[in-house]
Every structure is written in structure tokens, then in C-alpha cells.
């Protein structure tokens, strides 16, 4: 049985969440399990738990693909372990297919041909040309299933416009489609067709076998939905036949709005398709405006249940208190209530909603600043914990946000923290094992070589101390060290063979403090040509062997970056190495997070092995990309938050606060890709991702469960 519970308030929910959760089960050990789209949202949820039932154990929220994938092992003996379509897999699979001895000379295949031969670094260019195609493949099989099956069956897919007379239009084909069908057909359509039928084999297993059903939750809660892609759609449907599903869902208005649009896309469709246009509304601006995400996926839900059975569509929309402007905003949008002219009356007093101009990002954090200490003040029953801080780019803004917040006087200080990105550990872990082999690709300059010695796995391995490194760059401007390795180094960077000179080298430079350590420090003259620095002390000699002892492992990897070798052999180095120079960060999240990302490269490449040599730097792109994705998901805490827009949304807060609403950054550009098929479909579906789209659900959300104040930067 499948029910949808829909709020405006998350609270609210969520009562409805413990009461179908919260009764006595019959195995006291059988976990409770909630979907959740966020980690945020799962660990609001676990937080709300414990402070109902005073304790929040044996509940666990999964992320609705993880779910469905773990569902299908259980019951389905032929699911793989991990899956073998990944965007990852596929690009591997097609780096393979795309090696211009192996692709045909088809006509079809030229454009590939001219875009491999134009690349200046031609297995640069072809990974990051499979990267491209391995991407928009993910695309197809999360919302166009049915084009994947066109093509499995050697047919393809065209434009077609229905007028209201029902004549069909036909339109120029998807550019690049030709090429994209047969790769697929070739490399993966077989696959994907086996896996299609995962779900038809879970059902036929469960109708089979009945007792198989004890291997699934007795009763499952999907709390919030921000968007349904048809295939996990499809499970829910399946999987409601079984067990009971219970759907929570956000819904900004308490009002049937199904059919509202927005007013400009409205009048322009009028033109070309009147009759079928008289079945849509203009509704609310703001909401028909922003909410295309979740009209959509309130269109979604009401294909799992339309209503016809008594209870399995619960609606508890309380009527939203008027107290200020914000609340005020927030009953309009609920109620569908729009006025061309407003006759809204403005408190003198009232500041709930706050547009502010700021020339900076950093001059926006010291208003923000201000201001939340005068709401402090004003209220004291306003914790840091009810305070959200979104930003666009929080990633770059962490310094700028480090410099107003964390270097107030004690008086002036609001605890405070960034969420939903990685630490400073897990970066400086990362930073450092990479920049060992593409630092001697650049010009290795000294600043460049102290900043990688400054890292904390770097001095940890080193056995040196934050206190050391000045010594060190003293050291090393004694010696006159500019940049380069060697005299090589220098030839190979510069382009010019002849241009062997040592001079403000590194070896230039450690040969000098070496020969000093010998010596007397006054010694002034050449010994075996070389001129020792002058007035090394003894306390400098251990610093000296560490610097020379650095620059040579360095040195000795200076080849391995485009050294071609069979990719588990060059794995089985990066590993060897990562355990050479950091064994110390062993235990540590970072650690962890990064041997989590070898591991599932070495998995990838097993389930799509390729069969030539590689050079390392494929494989460390690779890394960069999968430890980027396995950043921290953004979780709320008991101060003020600052996260990536989108982040910590649903959550409701006292104060929420958006920064960087420039219309450069807000809302977000679609990432162009010439090959994604989606981008030239005219006739978008329910569902359908878009950047921008996501930007405008999640600002009126923003404004929904912003419950006193909103700011806007």
C-alpha cells in the first residue's frame, strides 16, 4: 500500500513520520528505514527522533538509489555487486573505444576522429572526450530509458511536435545522435537491457517466493522528495505491492497547482498551441516562477497515487500565522492569493525580509556580521543553531567567511561552521600526495616547493614542525634557489635544449649547503667548483638533510606522471606511495576517504579493464574527481552554519540568510555540453534536470521555512 502525506511544514511531517513508524514492531531488531534526499535532511530527522522518543537508535536513512540498488541484491541472485554502468565504468569503457586505431572510420565517427586529432595531448584529450560522453550516457539512462531502448532495437529517436489539429510535425534529428547510438549499441546497450530487467526479475522473485519479502523493511518512509527519476518511480510502484510506503512530501501551497505555469512561457505557447495551453493556469508569479521542480514532482507523486483509495492521499496544510511581511509572503504562495496591486500594510518595525547591496562578498559577511549580532541582542531566545548562511560557491568563500567570523574580538564572536565541504585535513592529504608528482611538471619554483613542505601529512612524514619551515626558507634564499630541478629540468620547460644551466637551481642550491655542512662556515672560496653558502650553523644541518632528502623524492618521481605502464600496475605504485610518505595519517578521515577512492578506481578498472598502457596522470584525474565527489555532505549542528545553497535545504531555521545572489552565480548556468541530447529537446519532461531549476526550488524553499527573518545579499 503506498500513502502521500504533503505539509508545508516539515514539522508536521514529521509527526505523521513517527506516527507510521513509531508503533511497536513485531521483530524489535528489524531497523527502521527512511529514504531521505539529503544528508542534512536524514540527520534533521535523527535529531527530531531522539528528542520525541528520547533516543534515536536503530533507524537508518539511505538516499533512495542506494536503497533500490540494495533491494534488488536481496532479492534478485544475478544483481551485481556494485553497479557496472557507472559514469565511471562507462568512461573507462569508452577511453578504450575511443583509441583512434580501434574507432571506425565510419562516417558517423568522424567528428570524433577530427575532435582526437585536434587535441594537443591526444590521451588527455580522449579521457576527457569519454568523460564527456560516459556523462551524457548517465543522463540518458536516468531520464530517457526509452531512448536507450530505441537504439537497442537500431532505431532512432526524432523530433516531433503535435499541433491541436493532431497533425505531427517533423523536426530536424538530435545532432550527434547517429554517433552516440552506435557507441552505445556497441559498448553498453546489452548491458543496460540485462539490467532493465532487474526490476521485472525482482517482482517475478517476490510474486514467486513470498518468504523473500521478509528480506525487505516491513514498512518504509520516504521523507521529502526532491525530485523522481522514472526508474526509481517505477520501483515504488513495485515495491508498494509488497510492503507499505509512506510518501512525506514538502508542498509550498496547500492549493491544486498542477497546471500552473509560468505567465511569460504561458503567452508565448498560446501562440502556437492554443487549445491545449486553455488547460493550464498562470497561477501565483513567484510560485509558478520557481517551483517547476516541485510541481513536477508533485505531477510524479500523483502517478503512484491519484486518490482513488480512501487515505492514500493525506493533505495537513495548516493555515500560515500573519505576523510580518515574510509570513505574509509565505500565505500568499500557499493560498494562491495574488493581487496585482498589494495592499499589503508595512510595519515601520517590521525587517523580516532584508534586501541588502553590498560592492563585496567579504563586505556582505560584515553586514551579515552586524546584523545577526543586533538579532542576538534583540532576541534572546535566538540560538547560533537557528541560523543558516547560504552561499552559491562556499568553497571559495571559505577564506572570506574565515576573515570576518573567526577574527572578531571575544565579545563580538558567533560560534560558527562550514559545512558540506571537506575539511582542511582531507584537502591538505589529497594536495599533498598529488603535488609529489606534479610539481616537477611545472616550473618548481621555491614557493611553490614550501607550500607543499608546509602541508601538515608533508612535516608530519618529514619529522619537521611548523617553527621549521621559515629556517628553511632562509635556507634556501641563502643558497640562491629560484626554481627548476636541474640544469635538465630547466631545458625540458623552457623548450630549448641548450638551456642546461644549474645556476638558482635546486642543485645548485643543495649542492651549496651540503658542501657548507663539510666546511668552515667562513670558507669564501670555490671547492670542486662549486661555492658553499656561507655562516651555516650546526643546528641547520638536520634541515638541510631534509630539504635535500624532499627535492630527491620528488626528483625521483619527476618521470612518473606521463610514464605509460598497465593501469593496475600504476595503481599498485600510487598506493605504494601513499603509504610511504603518509603511514602517519592512518585512522584519519582524510586516510580513509582517500583509500575509499583507490579502492573504487581498482574496482572500476576490474569491471572495465583496459587492455593498453596508461600514463599515471589519468589515473591521479581520476582520483581528483572521485575524492571532489566524496566531500562531507552538509549536515546542521548547534551553530551557525554556513553551506553550499541547496545543502541544508527543507530544514526550517528562525534566520536564513543568501549570499552571493549575483546574477553571474544565482541561479546557476547550465554546464554546456555539446553532445547531452537533453539540451535540444523541446518537450522537456516531468523530472528533467536542470541547474537552474534546482537553484529556483531551492530559493523558495528558502523562503517557505524561513520562519523570522530573511536576508538577501
Known sequence: MLSIYQSHNLSDLFKHLALFLGQKQQNPFQPLTILVPSLAVGRWVQYEWAQVFGVCANLNTEFPANFMWQCFSNIVPETPKSPILSPEAMQWRLFSALDPQKLPQDDIYQILHRYLERTPQPLVGRWQLAGRIAQVFGYYRTYRRDWLAAWHQGQLIHKKTTLDNGQKIEKPPYRHQE????????????EHHQQGH???????????????????????AVFTTVRLPPNELDFFRVLSEFIDISFYHFNPSGQYWADSVDEKWLAKMQLKQPKRMALYDKGHP???AWGKQSRDTFRLLSQLSGGEQANDWIDDFEPINVKHLLSSLQSSIHELEHEE????HLAKEDNSIQVHSCHSLTRQLEVLHDHLLALFAKDKNLKPQDVVVMLPDIASAGGAIEAVFGTVSKERYIPWQLTGVASVAENSLWRAFESIYTLTQERFTQSAFIDWLS?????????????????????????????????????QLTGDATDTDD???????????LLATTLASDYQDLYAGIQPVAHIEASHFNLIGILTQAVSDLAARRHSLQQRQAAPVALAQLQQDLVYFFVAQVGTRAWDMLNKAIDSLNDTLLISPTQETIPLSLLLADLRNRVTASAPGAVPGGVVHFSRLGALRLLPYKVIAILGLEDTAFPRREQANEFDLLSQDDQPRAGDRSRREDDKAMFLEALMTAQENLLLF
Open 179 to 190: 554517433w552516440q547510438a552506435a557507441l552505445w549499441q556497441q559498448l553498453f546497450a546489452q
Open 198 to 220: 532487474l526490476l521485472i526479475d525482482f517482482y517475478e522473485q517476490l510474486q514467486k517466493n513470498p518468504q523473500l519479502i521478509k528480506k525487505l523493511p516491513p514498512k518504509l
Open 286 to 288: 513567484l510560485l509558478t
Open 341 to 344: 496591486e498589494p495592499t499589503w
Open 455 to 491: 602541508l601538515a601529512p608533508v612535516l608530519t612524514h618529514y619529522g619537521l614542525l611548523a617553527e621549521d619551515i621559515e629556517q628553511c626558507v632562509l635556507l634556501l634564499e641563502k643558497a640562491a634557489v629560484y626554481r627548476c630541478l636541474d640544469g635538465q629540468h630547466r631545458a
Open 503 to 513: 645556476v638558482h637551481t635546486f642543485l645548485f642550491g643543495l649542492e651549496r649547503l
